[in-house]
């Protein structure tokens, strides 16, 4: 039987971005590794997986909480340099 760690593991993101999933779709986060296994198949889904983590960004930021919005500022950094944007999906 797979725990948590292993499906956080076997996905391709790091726990901050899974957590920005969670996060933003309101889900537990061992769904949030499922959905972001999926996300990265496709030029699409990695945009929608960036669209997350800068909404979870400007949503810290809207509620006052800079140093929330500065975790998601690098979790965001991390995710442009390990998952970029395809110049054809933007």
């Not at 499906?7 to 969670?22: G, M, R, V, Y």
């Not at 997350?52 to 006052?64: I, K, P, T, W």
């Not at 800079?66 to 390990?82: F, K």
């Amino acid at each position: 039987m797979l725990c948590l760690e292993d499906c956080l593991d076997f996905s391709d993101l790091d726990n901050d971005e899974i957590e920005a999933i969670a996060q933003h779709e309101h889900i537990p986060m061992i769904c949030a590794a499922e959905m972001g296994c999926e996300l990265l198949k496709t030029p699409v889904g990695i945009v929608q997986l960036h669209t997350m983590v800068l909404d979870d960004f400007n949503d810290a930021l809207e509620h006052g909480q800079t140093e929330r919005a500065g975790h998601w500022a690098v979790v965001y950094q991390h995710l442009q340099a390990t998952h970029p944007i395809s110049s054809s999906s933007a």
